[in-house]
């Protein structure tokens, strides 16, 4: 399974900026669906934002607009911008890879079953 390590995280205010980053252990792009997920306290981990192995993307509809996911494949390391943050995006933040979706993956990218490796997370809080 490929490794994942997430940075990036930290305290902003309303509003702000921040990009995570997940760097890969090997060679993702054209192999894997990678994701962004979040777990807010109390609340069940949902997914953020996916790119597929063809690089097509998805995000869920708290964020659209909002963030941006990408890769750098020179530096197997995937990205998530997010811009204009807001108090109900505080969360913990995990990467996570598993086997291209393909036809199935604008209905299975948020669902964690698909995917076999993840970080170990990195924090994030919005301050109003």
């Known amino acids: 399974q490929v490794q994942l390590v997430e940075s990036g995280g930290g305290s902003v205010q309303a509003g702000g900026s921040l990009r995570l980053s997940c760097t890969a252990s090997e060679y993702t792009h054209g192999k894997y669906c990678m994701a962004w997920f979040r777990q807010a306290p109390g609340k069940e981990r949902e997914g953020v934002a996916a790119i597929d192995s063809d690089g097509t993307t998805a995000y869920a509809d708290s964020v659209k607009g909002r963030f941006t996911i990408s890769q750098d494949n020179a530096k197997n390391t995937l990205y998530l911008q997010m811009n204009n943050l807001k108090p109900e995006d505080t969360a913990m933040y995990y990467c996570?890879?598993?086997?291209?979706?393909?036809?199935?993956?604008?209905?299975?990218?948020?669902?964690?079953?698909?995917?076999?490796?993840w970080g170990q997370g990195t924090q994030v809080t919005v301050s109003s």
């Open positions: 996570a890879a598993g086997p291209g979706l393909w036809i199935g993956f604008s209905t299975r990218w948020s669902a964690q079953m698909w995917y076999n490796s």
